[in-house]
């Protein structure tokens, strides 16, 4: 049974930093793309960052230079570190598992979401 599973979020200062995990489970990292997704109150579902089957990384040009994913296969996790973050960072982050480039629309797989809040 596929399972993603986020934790890390919480509320921040601006310029502050969080870590985002993601466990997986009933798949290898290594076998699908994994992305980061993130829904603000009231807008659509954008793309964050991703992490190829080979470990290739893209990010979205709002985050480019702010946040890093990378993996840990041993552990079956997905990180997101968010640095320098600013209030429009605030949202729900979401990983997801299955799917093509940052159409949220294709993936199959989702977490249930962590709430990340960026204000002074």
């Known amino acids: 049974q596929v399972q993603l599973v986020e934790s890390g979020g919480g509320l921040v200062q601006p310029g502050g930093s969080l870590r985002l995990s993601c466990a997986v489970s009933?798949?290898?990292?290594?076998?699908?793309?994994i992305s980061w997704f993130r829904q603000a109150p009231g807008k659509e579902r954008e793309g964050v960052s991703l992490?190829?089957?080979?470990?290739?990384?893209y990010y979205a040009d709002s985050v480019k230079g702010r946040f890093t994913i990378s993996r840990d296969n041993a552990k079956s996790t997905v990180y997101l570190q968010m640095n320098s973050l600013k209030p429009e960072d605030t949202a729900v982050y979401y990983c997801?598992?299955?799917?093509?480039?940052?159409?949220?629309?294709?993936?199959?797989?989702w977490g249930q979401g962590t709430q990340v809040t960026v204000s002074s």
């Open positions: 992490i190829s089957r080979d470990g290739y990384t």
């Open positions: 009933g798949f290898t990292l290594d076998s699908t793309v």
């Open positions: 997801a598992a299955g799917g093509v480039g940052y159409d949220a629309q294709r993936y199959n797989y």
